[in-house]
């Protein structure tokens, strides 16, 4: 299918389709918008089942990293990367820093950083190979940060659709507990909330629930189950038609990006009565921590400020989107085009 056709694309600035014989690269950068900004997001390395379904993932999150910028109110557009191949198999120094030649010859227009696949020593390795390599050691890991922003969205979430400003004894089920999940784990058993618990990796699920009470449940049950909000913290498009007539949960609020299989099951959701944290609003406290690096400037105080401001910054989508009678995904996407729009018209002046 060519580039312009697919469903994903979005008036994409770039799309580039990267290959090395020599490492066995096979990347796609997807850059959607650089108008806030040179274009930013992470790399992800996963062993898609074709070029289609990775060319859709690279679109897909590219655009959700343009409206994540835009709303968490950083120059930055929005890119993404994504190397198809096993990471506990094929991934290796050769093949990332022939990633990292690409990333270079790009000369500034996409900054890249640790997803899915790709981890922080990974990311050192970029940058020691390419100039626009960000989430490093300067900033620390991401993963608490995403977690804490998250946190604070759904502190939101409880407070707009339960009307309460604690989640002490509400049942959260976590879809997903890798780096960003188990540390969510953490913030949600400290403020008293029941857990349940998944993850396609029996021995991540068990680590979790050593460390914190929390019930394990199988992949497949994690959306059945009676809770107050389900949380997806793993990969994305998990809600769909399957999986939404399935929940019992009043809210979703999770890290996972693009977690709406389709733009339609925003309105789904909103239908049910369920109350959905759009996932880039709340999930940008790693991009918040990490783009210290793009700016050359790192203030931990002033990164824990602006993540305890994805609260309000949440609350106000909630409270937009039950004035309007619209879906909250909507309401998030047209708040982040209207920036993004301003930009665009004072650049013209």
């Given amino acids: 299918m060519p580039v312009f056709d697919n469903s994903e694309y979005d008036n994409h600035e770039q799309v580039l389709f990267c290959h090395d014989r020599e490492s066995g690269l096979f990347a796609i950068i997807a850059i959607h918008d650089t108008t806030l900004g040179p274009a930013a997001g992470g790399c992800r390395m996963w062993p898609y089942a074709s070029v289609e379904e990775a060319l859709l993932d690279a679109l897909r999150l590219s655009r959700a990293m343009t409206y994540k910028n835009a709303l968490a109110d950083l120059p930055l557009g929005g890119g993404k990367a994504v190397i198809i191949g096993d990471p506990f198999k094929e991934k290796n120094d050769k093949l990332l820093a022939s990633f990292a030649g690409f990333v270079q010859r790009l000369g500034g227009q996409y900054y890249t950083a640790e997803d899915i696949g790709i981890g922080i020593k990974d990311v050192e390795l970029l940058a020691r190979e390419c100039d626009y390599a960000f989430g490093l050691a300067t900033t620390g890991d991401p993963s608490p940060f995403t977690s804490l922003g998250c946190f604070h969205g759904m ?7 339960l009307g309460r400003d604690s989640l002490h004894g509400l049942t959260v089920s976590v879809q997903g507990v890798g780096n960003v999940g188990r540390h969510l784990c953490k913030n949600l058993s400290e403020a008293g909330a029941k857990l349940i618990i998944t993850d396609v990796n029996p021995g991540a699920a068990a680590h979790v629930s050593e460390n914190v009470e929390a019930k394990v449940v199988a992949p497949e049950e994690i959306y059945s189950q009676d809770v107050d909000i389900f949380s997806p913290c793993a990969r994305g498009g998990i809600l769909n038609d399957d999986t939404i007539p399935q929940l019992k949960a009043s809210i979703v609020a999770g890290s ?13 959701l909103c239908d049910r009565g369920i109350l959905y944290a759009p996932d880039y609003v709340i999930n940008a406290g790693g991009m918040l921590n990490a783009s210290g690096d793009i700016f050359g400037q790192y203030d931990a105080n002033q990164v824990m400020k602006r993540l305890s401001g994805l609260y309000d910054a949440t609350l106000r989508i909630f409270e937009t989107a039950q004035q309007e009678g619209r879906p909250t995904s909507e309401v998030a996407d047209d708040l982040a085009r209207q920036i993004i729009a301003a930009k665009r018209a004072s650049k013209k002046k």
């Fill in 155 to 161: 502190r939101a979430a409880v407070k707009h659709k």
């Fill in 256 to 268: 996972a990006n693009n977690q709406l299989a389709e733009a339609r099951h925003g309105k789904m």
